[in-house]
């Protein structure tokens, strides 16, 4: 994944998850629905994708070195 992400959350899903894209694009509404009824606001829309590969290898390196805690 690139460090910024420019598509949606389905086209995402489908091109780095392998998630069908119809069946991402009728998934995701289906979430936000099922979250407003417990009181939840979602908006997969608004969500700014970013690869989290850097952070991740930063966290590895902070452990081997001790000096993060391992969950």
Known sequence: ???RY???EAECLHE???VPLEQ???TIPAIERAAAD????LSFESLQLVNTTPG???VQY???QGG????
């Not at 417990?38 to 606001?41: N, R, S, V, Y």
């Not at 993060?68 to 969950?71: I, M, R, V």
């Open 56 to 58: 991740h290898r930063v």
């Open 62 to 64: 902070a452990q081997a």
């Open 16 to 18: 780095f998850e392998g």
């Open 38 to 41: 417990d009181g939840i606001e």
């Open 24 to 26: 991402a694009r009728c």
């Open 6 to 8: 420019s598509g949606g």
């Open 1 to 3: 994944m690139p460090s």
């Open 68 to 71: 993060a805690e391992k969950h």
